[in-house]
T-cell receptor, first 114, second 110 residues
């Protein structure tokens, strides 16, 4: 299994600013992902955080808006840039372990943009 | 990409009763995973089904993968208040990416 922590747990931000969310895993994992979950909705994959290379973004998400870093096998950051109220959501990171294709999720970061 | 549809969207269940939530796809699924998200919490992995017709049980939860691998179900018997939450099915695709269904939000009436 994997234990995942995220910081901050929540934040209230002004439009036009940026927020960086940190995700820390307690063990080395091969795959890390970032998801968005709008209130009362399902989860949507933003991108796969690749260690040592650029993240792989899903349709509708771009690097300029959601830059991602993954400097090592246990840590990743997601930045929400130039925020607008439409970015208000819960952002979750997940990590995949090897057995069996199981993804573990962090507690999420609840972002409110005013 | 793949789209998985879940029904019902909401389920109000009397404590002690059984209920079933369904996950449907128009195309063949390579596998299906189920997650549970408690109110205010994060998704927690429950099970993965891979084989056609596969059935797996976890205590009061029974998971089934359809013979054609286009649908899956989660059946909960003798519902308890601890079963409250949203149940998501998800397909894991190439690159180990998860595509989630819309979820079934379960409320339990004591």
């Amino acid at each position: 299994s994997a234990v995942i922590s995220q910081k901050p747990s929540r934040d209230i931000c002004q439009r036009g600013t940026s927020l960086t969310i940190q995700c820390q895993v307690d063990s080395q994992v091969t795959m890390m992902f970032w998801y968005r979950q709008q209130p009362g909705q399902s989860l949507t994959l933003i991108a796969t955080a690749n260690q040592g290379s650029e993240a792989t973004y899903e349709s509708g998400f771009v690097i300029d808006k959601f830059p991602i870093s993954r400097p090592n096998l246990t840590f990743s950051t997601l930045t929400v840039s130039n925020m607008s109220p439409e970015d208000s959501s819960i952002y979750l990171c997940s990590a995949e372990t090897s057995a069996p294709d199981t993804q573990y999720f962090g507690p999420g970061t609840r972002l409110t943009v005013l | 990409g793949q789209q998985v549809m879940q029904i019902p969207q909401y389920q109000h269940v009397q404590e002690g009763e059984d209920f079933t939530t369904y996950c449907n796809s128009s195309t063949t699924l390579s596998n299906i995973q189920w997650y549970k998200q408690r109110p205010g919490g994060h998704p927690v992995f429950l099970i993965q089904l891979v084989k056609s017709g596969e059935v797996k049980k976890q205590k009061r939860l029974t998971f089934q993968f359809g013979e054609a691998k286009k649908n899956s179900s989660l059946h909960i018997t003798a519902t308890q208040t601890t079963d409250v939450g949203t149940y998501f099915c998800a397909e894991i695709s190439s690159g180990n990416k998860l595509t989630f269904g819309g979820g079934t939000r379960v409320l339990v009436k004591p």
